[in-house]
């Protein structure tokens, strides 16, 4: 079959000089015509990015995609109908290398698979892309064999290829024998090497959209205004600075084009945070546009800080998410154990419940001790104990600090001691804030833990501070931020339960821990601990409570008809709503015997108790089961009883925390009430 006009057109402009390619443009309409293609990034690799299109014969062939996917499934067709058979690779730092051959747009995928030590792999680039939903597959030439690939990986080949050059490349799906898991365990514990050594990686966001040429041309506004170095634009930018360089106003439709492409499916997956956090050289690609991640980050986290996000209703979360990620391991690659990975990124996912560990292995401080997990073999919740158990029989107990509400897990038959990574969204762990804002150091236990030869018994030393005598109702687990107005109806009803069983404490318990004294202490400590203490600099906030008396009076009684928004007026409110959102989330609010008020597990009752294990960060809430056994519910924030906030030296027991056979919890559902 021939190839249409329009895939004609699209191929022959590779091939086109910049001359050449304003004569072609000048055969579309006014409407669509768009000054010279973008030029490729730089890269050590002996292939070359394909020589962009112009962004007006892009938007031409969106017209026809169809067509385009036709002429894809129709050449590639053209192999061998033999299939091509992997060989194995010897085992230690040998990885295949895929030589992608010159062609043109609609010429079949021709290329050649390789084994070689990894540095001896000549100049590569590594790439990072989502494989996709869409299982439609294509066939390619590979040694003169017929190999799938999906949709998806095709269309990146297409983009990659050079009209003369071969293209080196690495690609997870085409360089490892998928269909051998132990292959697969073997080359997943050498990805670091695979994307550190490579001389580029590239990152790939799919084809090129409607709104991508948009959203291109206002991040490269947005670029200059972002100019400096990282850590001078994090302290100096601000939203005056941004009005000042006449940046295109919050109606421009250019910033819901950026939108759209911050919340590209790349952003959210767990294997992508290694693939982008180990090279310098490495590059955003969508369709025929580029631009460096080192800039995107920097634009990415100067948008967040300058509050545009807030000020021009922006959802950027997931992309936001990984350039805060990826700045701090590049910034401090030595603080990051996997378990603290693994708290740190809850919100990425994975297409197997495995990955969520294999995934972060690669960027873990403490890799050559965890390395050997990564088996293909072995089940979640055989993986999940195991890393536990890696850290707890070690003294490190800051893993049970993700281990809450176990009636949210996914895997019911998990210890209430092993965090089930799978889960999310849930209540972020404690140990996440203590890294960004400080916290209580590290302390080694004087008695390791010990389990028990059926895996059924952990046994910890810890010491038991008080117990909960009240909860207030449970917030609910929101999704929608028209919600929020909902939540003040909750707040305020904690609010008073605190005075109702606080009012006759002393006025040191109530203040001791946020070091505010004003007229009114519970509401001063109460409207703290909403934000689990943050500091009021980080919401550029002057009191905990002129904040959350402002955040009352600017939110409606009653919630608006259809889902109407609540829109608020003063960023500071709106950055202490996001604080106490999200430091609320999936906990609930108590207060305890001894008059203390704090936040705890979701599903915690009057009558648990709170216990301080030796080594632990934060008090735990447990529930007995048996004599002398408990079950863990999970973290809880105290303030007064934090670590080291006990009075008097502490007396350790014995505490045996129980594995308990669990059901599925179900939630309320619904609009307002949806996990």
Request: net charge neutral; glycine share 6%; aromatic share 10%.
């Amino acid at each position: 079959m021939a190839p249409s006009p329009v895939v004609g057109l699209f191929s022959k402009s590779y091939l086109l000089g910049q001359r050449e390619v304003h004569q072609e443009q000048s055969k579309l309409p006014d409407s669509t015509r768009q000054p010279a293609a973008l030029h490729r990034p730089r890269s050590h690799t002996e292939g070359r990015l394909v020589e962009a299109v112009t962004s007006g014969l892009c938007i031409e062939v969106q017209y026809s995609y169809e067509l385009i996917l036709q002429a894809i499934t129709t050449t590639d067709c053209l192999c061998s109908v033999s299939r091509y058979k992997y060989r194995s690779i010897p085992k230690g730092s040998h990885i295949r290398c895929f030589d992608l051959l010159p062609g043109l747009w609609d010429d079949p995928i021709r290329g050649h698979l390789s084994a070689r030590l990894i540095g001896e792999a000549g100049s590569y680039a590594a790439v990072s892309y989502t494989w996709g939903s869409d299982d439609t597959k294509v066939t390619i030439d590979c040694d003169g064999f017929g190999l799938d690939a999906k949709l998806n990986l095709a269309i990146l080949l297409r983009r990659l290829r050079s009209p003369a050059d071969i293209t080196r490349l690495w690609v997870d799906a085409l360089c490892i024998n998928q269909s051998d898991e132990c292959e697969r365990s073997d080359q997943v514990r050498l990805m670091d090497s695979v994307y550190r050594s490579a001389g580029s990686v590239i990152i790939w966001l799919g084809e090129e959209e409607e709104t991508t040429a948009e959203a291109f041309s206002l991040l490269e506004e947005l670029r200059e205004v972002f100019h400096q170095s990282l850590d001078e634009y994090l302290t100096t930018t601000t939203y005056e600075t941004l009005s000042a360089s006449k940046l295109p106003q919050y109606d421009e439709p250019r910033w819901d084009a950026s939108e759209t492409l911050l919340n590209n499916s790349w952003f959210s997956r767990t294997w992508v945070l290694q693939e982008a956090s180990l090279n310098k050289c490495t590059w955003i690609q969508q369709g025929g546009h580029t631009i460096e991640w080192l800039t995107l980050r920097r634009v990415i986290l100067g948008v967040c800080v300058a509050r545009m996000n807030i000020l021009y209703h922006i959802n950027i979360s997931a992309s936001q998410h990984m350039a805060h990620a990826c700045s701090a391991i590049i910034a401090d690659p030595s603080a990051w154990p996997l378990h603290e990975l693994l708290g740190n990124t809850e919100w990425t996912s994975s297409s197997q419940d495995v990955d969520k560990v294999f995934g972060l292995v690669g960027l873990a401080s403490d890799q050559q001790t965890v390395k050997h997990l990564v088996d293909y073999t072995c089940d979640a919740t055989a993986l999940y104990r195991k890393v536990a158990l890696t850290y707890l029989l070690d003294g490190d107990l800051k893993m049970l600090n993700s281990a809450s509400d176990h009636s949210f897990a996914q895997y019911t038959d998990l210890p209430t001691w092993v965090p089930d990574w799978s889960s999310w969204p849930r209540a972020s762990s404690l140990g996440i804030y203590f890294r960004k804002h400080g916290g209580p150091p590290r302390t080694q236990p004087a008695k390791l833990p010990t389990v028990s030869p059926d895996g059924s018994r952990l046994t910890v030393s810890g010491q038991f501070t008080d117990r909960v005598v009240a909860i207030g109702r449970h917030l609910p687990i929101l999704r929608e931020t028209t919600d929020r107005a909902l939540v003040f109806i909750f707040l305020e009803s904690w609010r008073r339960l605190a005075h109702r069983y606080l009012a006759n404490a002393s006025h040191s318990t109530t203040t001791r821990a946020t070091g505010v004294d004003l007229s009114n202490p519970i509401d001063a400590a109460f409207a703290s601990l909403l934000t689990l203490d943050c500091p009021l600099a980080h919401m550029a906030c002057t009191s905990y409570t002129d904040t959350y008396s402002r955040l009352l009076e600017q939110t409606p009684r009653h919630l608006p008809r259809n889902g109407g928004s609540v829109q608020y007026k003063d960023v500071d409110v709106f950055r202490y709503l996001n604080r106490m959102l999200t430091s609320c989330r999936k906990r609930t609010f108590f207060v305890t015997e001894q008059g203390f008020m704090g936040l705890g597990p979701y599903f915690l009752r009057p009558g648990d108790r709170m216990v301080q294990l030796d080594g632990g960060w934060t008090p735990m809430a447990v529930r007995r089961k048996l004599a002398g056994c408990f079950e863990l519910i999970g973290e809880a924030y105290v303030p007064g009883l934090m670590k080291g906030g006990c009075e008097g030296e502490a007396v350790y027991e014995d505490i045996c925390l129980v594995c308990i056979v669990r059901f599925a919890t179900r939630v309320r559902t619904g609009k307002r009430f949806a996990i």
